[in-house]
């Protein structure tokens, strides 16, 4: 694709209003889809674009399409959010709704030019959905023993190098990647988690059943797949920790001890 980054830039706040008309629930789905798929396109634009700033030498600019390409992909999430709630995939529009929040927040951290009073309205705005939408959750985090992370951007020992975790670099995130684990020590129910996704999932009830933390609907254990096995008035519940890759993995069988 031969197309000068000042172009495919000044498409941006077109494809984006033309979106957010369409970040509510009662908005046509197929109206909502092919908006998905106009951002899906203009991300690929925004790829190339990228890829010729790092060849121009042009750091700034790089950070600024990555600041832009993030800011697309949280409209998108929202778009997923609420084109997965019309069909009650309840767990896919909290992932669509969780990846909207980081994607923005991802995208005030790229550059300046995302930091402005709208995009803290964005922010909010998936707030109060988070609070009203959605039930409340009950977050988990993991508390690991690593021993070595490394750059996500030079490969080095993160102790050693000069990047600096959730900085832009070249239009690239730094993040801090766990080489070298030596235990999962704990896994903690937390209020404010680093990651939304990492949740209860379900939980047994006095009465001996097993009730989804989303739905609040109650199973017999053994619909549950993978369920551990359990006494009635034992308190147990599963969830989604992190995996040290980053991504989600379901946990083994963890036994809370309330009081
Ligand atoms: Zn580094």
Redesign the pocket.
Same mark, same amino acid.
Request: hydrophobic share 10%; with cysteine.
């Given at each position: 694709m031969n197309e000068r980054i000042g172009d495919v830039l000044s498409d941006f706040e077109d494809i984006i209003s033309r979106a957010q008309v369409l970040t509510f629930l009662p908005r046509d789905s197929d109206l909502q889809e092919n908006s998905v798929n106009e951002l899906k396109d203009y991300i690929k634009r925004l790829n190339f674009a990228q890829e010729l700033a790092v060849k121009n030498k042009d750091e700034d600019m790089a950070n600024k399409i990555l600041a832009v390409r993030c800011g697309c992909r949280a409209i998108r999430s929202e778009l997923d959010m609420w084109l997965s709630l019309k069909s009650e995939e309840w767990i896919e529009s909290w992932g669509s709704l969780v990846d909207a929040q980081d994607f923005l927040r991802s995208a005030q951290s790229a550059h300046k030019m995302m930091r402005k009073p709208n995009i803290q309205n964005m922010q909010d705005k998936y707030r109060w959905v988070e609070k009203f939408v959605f039930p409340p959750q009950t977050y988990l985090s993991p508390g690991f023993v690593v021993k070595k992370f490394v =750059?996500?951007? =030079?490969?080095?020992d993160?102790e050693k190098?000069?990047?600096i975790e959730g900085l832009p670099y070249w239009g690239k995130f =730094?993040n801090r990647i766990i080489a070298d684990i030596e235990k999962v020590q704990e896994i903690s129910v937390v209020e404010e988690p680093k990651d939304k996704g990492c949740r209860i999932i379900h939980f047994t009830t006095e009465e001996g059943l097993v009730r989804n933390k989303m739905t609040w609907k109650t199973y017999d254990p053994e619909e549950i797949q993978n369920f551990p096995e359990f006494e009635t008035g034992e308190k147990i519940f599963t969830g989604i920790v992190m995996k040290p890759n980053g991504t989600y993995g379901r946990t083994q069988k963890m036994q809370e001890k309330r009081g």
């Open positions: =750059c996500s951007i =030079c490969g080095e993160y190098c000069d990047h =730094c």
